[in-house]
């Protein structure tokens, strides 16, 4: 697990699955389509997002398309970062 895939999954796991094994979110865990993350909690991890690797999430990257998984939320960081 890289850096940013262990804070992500750290703050995932912190915020919003309080308790739960470590082990049962994985890379692939559908947070947003699994009904972990509603929109409230999509608009808190996209700030701890923004903040915590100082990149702008727009709107339209804000769904399921980029958020759903830990995965796919990494691609997206790792994508704003190197385009940065």
Do not use: W, Y
Not at 29 to 52: A, H, R
């Amino acid at each position: 697990m890289n850096e940013i895939q262990a804070s992500i999954h750290q703050f995932i796991l912190s915020e919003f699955l309080p308790g739960e094994d470590p082990g049962e979110l994985t890379e692939t865990t559908p947070l947003i389509t699994g009904g972990i993350l509603d929109s409230i909690s999509t608009l808190k991890l996209v700030n701890f997002l923004e903040e915590q690797f100082n990149v702008t999430i727009e709107a339209h990257e804000a769904g399921v398309e980029n958020l759903d998984s830990v995965g796919q939320i990494v691609r997206l960081i790792e994508e704003k970062k190197s385009a940065a």
